[in-house]
Structures are given as C-alpha cells and as structure tokens.
C-alpha cells in the first residue's frame, strides 16, 4: 500500500470510529434517562386543596360515604347522621389503594389486602401501619367544602 492509500483509509477510520462512538453514546443515553425520570420523579402541582367542594347537602344521606377529588388525591366523605359529616383522604397507608366506605358495616375498606378503618379513619384491623389522613368539614349553605385538617 502506498502513502497515498494510507492517507485515505485514516479519515475512514476516523470517521467509522466517530459513527460508531456518537451511537453508542445515544444508545446508552436512551437507557439511561427512563431510569434517571423513575428515580427522580417531577413534582406534582396540587391543584387547590386550599378548600374543595366535596358535594352538595342534597346529594348526601345519612350513613353514606361518596368519593371525591381532592387535589391529586382523592378524598372520602361520610355523611354519620344527619348533618354531621366526616371527611379523610380515600388513600390506604398500606400500598395506596383507593379505601370506600361500607354502609352495612359502618366501616372505611380498603380492598386491595382487607384493611379496616373506623369513620373517622382510625385503623381497626388488617396490614395499614398508620390512620387516613383527616380533613376538615365546613358546611356553607347547601354546599360542603372539605380542606386540610390545620393539627395534622
């Protein structure tokens, strides 16, 4: 091979070392960015749970319990008699499933492993190592709004 050939294959050599090097460097990123955005989730922006309307006085009974959003969580409020509710955030201490409440036994389940709270979202049995969260009550005219509890 003459000194002209050789003078021609380096910048090949050059160039496929550049092609290969740039696509593995991409590569590696493309794996490593979904890792990186699982372990540093963004924040999520809570969206106004300041006071929130939960329902209407109309729309609830005596021994019920309804399902509401509550900023990005939702939030469960029980009518015990009438006129007098109690509200909690709907989201087990245990894994996070979504808890409702059971008229016929007057009790807060969580599905998901059969944890049990009392209305007022104190634990009674099953895996959940702590209570729900509480949320303040306020009934203004036939409107209930439910915002977070000031002692918690």
């Known amino acids: ?9 380096l910048p090949r050599r050059k ?10 460097i991409a590569s590696a990123a493309s794996f490593l960015y979904p890792i990186l955005k699982y372990l540093i989730p963004p924040k999520l922006p809570d969206f106004g749970t300041e006071a929130v309307l939960a329902a209407r006085v109309a729309d609830m009974k005596p021994n019920e319990g309804i399902i509401f959003r509550f900023g990005t969580k939702p939030g ?66 036939d409107q209930i709004f439910v915002r977070h509890n000031e002692e918690a």
């Not at 091979?1 to 294959?9: C, F, L, T």
């Not at 160039?15 to 593995?24: I, R, S």
């Not at 007022?120 to 190592?129: D, Y």
């Open 1 to 9: 091979m003459n000194s002209e050939g050789a003078a021609r294959s």
């Open 76 to 141: 469960l409020l029980i009518e015990e008699a009438p006129g007098k509710y109690t509200a909690m955030v709907a989201v087990c201490t245990h894994l996070g499933c979504t808890v409702q409440y059971r008229p016929d036994h007057h009790d807060v389940w969580c599905p998901c492993h059969n944890g049990v709270y009392d209305i007022h979202g104190r634990n009674i049995s099953g895996p959940p190592p702590r209570p729900l969260q509480a949320l303040d009550v306020q009934v203004r005219g």
């Open 15 to 24: 160039f496929a070392e550049m092609v290969l090097g740039t696509g593995l």
